[in-house]
């Protein structure tokens, strides 16, 4: 495996690429071109900066968070046709540029939702929180104004003030998919992109919906094992493949995220690694990386990902807000890096056991 971290470009992170750089062990960074909207295509010229960059600071750019897709391939509008031919040209170029990673969602209107920013833990440090009571209570648009004031204006990913301003449009969308069309419209489009997956060797990693539960009545499908595998079997090609996030994935309790990433051997080709702190079922929020401060086994999910000989790029995902630091909601720096230190202190101590055995 490869250690990265999440970065948001010059423009827009409060992180930098010098500090990643010095966290031991991180060799690479995920990001992706920020000032592009879903659906656009990306210029060769500006991959080839963006890598730049990173290499001029000592990291590699170790693949793509996200290539968004636009909603009307999720929804199977007469304009997909355009959008994934714009999305084929995006992928040739990232090829072009030596670059294999390509992370998404499917994830209709919203990405990632949770409804607290700053949950204050009992060691005083902040995190995002989720309970199921909150979104019961909301309707999205309040949801998104209550978002907004509370970053202080930093984006959110996935909740660009471009998509939000149109959110009444994309449900409208929305009206008539249900999971079986989504699954549908997710096939489509994947067997239209696989070619070109093929002749660059782009590992297509799509990320589960979080929280694995439709929200707001939408459809959600990539949320357990059973979807992920029919997704895997639907379009059988090892370029098909997942981003294993196990703070998405772990936020339905039913989901055995060891078990999971074994059937997923030859097709995780991108590991997101956090835990999360169960209240109640539908009340989590989103501990330290460590195994005793959440409820999942994180020895338990490494061992897994070493087990199926996991070789792509892995990131430590939402931190804690600790140290008095200000920045992004789970996308600062302090905890973040803590988190890939605790994962490469796994990592080296299974590797190291493996080989004596
Ligand atoms: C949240 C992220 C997601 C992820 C997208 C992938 O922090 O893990 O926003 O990047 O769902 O497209």
């Known amino acids: 495996m490869q250690m990265t971290l999440r970065w948001y470009g010059s423009k827009f992170d409060t992180v930098t690429l010098k500090q990643i750089r ?8 995920i990001s992706t071109l920020y ?8 210029s060769l010229e500006d991959i080839l900066s963006l890598k730049k960059e990173i290499e001029d600071a000592g990291l590699q750019l170790a ?35 030596d670059i294999h990673m390509v992370c998404y969602n499917f994830m209709p209107v919203f990405d990632w939702t949770r409804t607290e920013l700053a949950r204050v833990r009992p060691d005083g440090s902040t995190v995002l929180a989720y309970t199921q009571e909150a979104v019961d209570k909301l309707n999205p648009e309040d949801m998104f104004a209550s978002i907004s004031a509370d970053t202080n204006g930093s984006i959110m990913p996935g909740w660009e003030p471009e998509r939000m301003e149109k959110i009444k449009d994309l449900f409208a969308m929305y009206e008539n998919i249900d999971d079986e069309k989504l699954f549908a419209n997710l096939k489509y489009f994947l067997e239209r ?10 590992n297509m990693a799509i990320h589960p919906d979080d929280p694995a539960w439709s929200v707001f009545g939408l459809p959600r499908i990539i949320i357990n094992k059973e979807n992920i595998l029919r997704m ?6 090892p370029h098909n493949g ?22 997923l051997k ?4 991108f590991a997101h690694v956090r835990n999360l702190k169960f209240n109640s079922p539908t009340d989590f929020e989103e501990s330290a990386h460590l195994s005793s401060d959440g409820t999942f086994d994180m020895y338990e999910i490494m061992l897994a990902l070493y087990d199926i000989g996991f070789e792509g790029p892995i990131r430590p995902d939402h931190g804690r807000m600790i140290w008095d630091e200000v920045a992004m909601p789970g996308y600062g720096l302090y905890d973040r890096a803590l988190g890939a230190t605790y994962l490469n202190g796994l990592w080296e101590a299974i590797v190291k056991s493996h080989s004596r055995k």
């Open 63 to 97: 693949g793509i968070e996200s290539v968004n897709i636009h909603d009307a391939i999720k929804t199977g509008a007469p304009e997909r046709d355009m959008y994934i031919d714009n999305y084929i040209t995006t992928l040739e170029n990232l090829g072009k540029a």
């Open 242 to 263: 997942v981003t294993f996030c196990s703070g998405s994935y772990g936020t339905n309790l039913n989901n055995d995220l060891p078990d999971m990433i074994r059937s």
């Open 266 to 269: 030859g097709r995780i080709h």
């Open 35 to 42: 000032d592009s909207a879903p659906g656009e295509v990306w």
């Open 193 to 202: 992109i696989m070619p070109t997956c093929d002749k660059y060797d782009i």
């Open 22 to 29: 010095q966290i031991p062990g991180v060799t690479g960074v």
């Open 232 to 237: 895997m079997k639907m379009v059988d090609n």
